[in-house]
């Protein structure tokens, strides 16, 4: 084995370990996060830099063209895709009147304002 192929193995182990990290780190927060704005943002971590990761770990290892193209064109597809859905979904919620806890209180909410 080569000192290339060594990099790479290496480089495609850390970005599969990485990948599954967030992607364990997105179900938790999936999992105990309360408010939906949270959620939705927990979900696309997952979906953008978690399933990515793990797509780049995978290209790194492929050893047939084909096979690299179609994991490189998955890759392309998912950064374009989950970005823009999750950007959507919280564009629907908000239009559907669902407002974000910013943690800070409002004047409608009896609080005084300075």
Do not use: C, W
Request: charged share 15%; proline share 4%.
């Amino acid at each position: 084995m080569s000192l290339l192929q060594s990099i790479l193995q290496i480089t495609a182990d850390l970005a599969l370990g990485a990948g599954v990290l967030l992607v364990l780190t997105g179900a938790a927060g999936l999992h105990r996060l309360s408010e939906f704005f949270m959620r939705t943002h927990a979900a696309s971590i997952t979906d953008s830099a978690g399933a990515g990761l793990v797509i780049l770990g995978l290209l790194l290892r492929s050893e047939e063209f084909a096979t690299a193209l179609r994991l490189l064109l998955i890759l392309l597809f998912l950064l374009f895709t989950s970005p823009t859905a999750s950007h959507a979904l919280a564009q629907a919620a908000l239009g559907d009147g669902l407002k974000p806890r910013t943690g800070k209180p409002h004047a409608r909410d009896g609080a005084q304002t300075p």
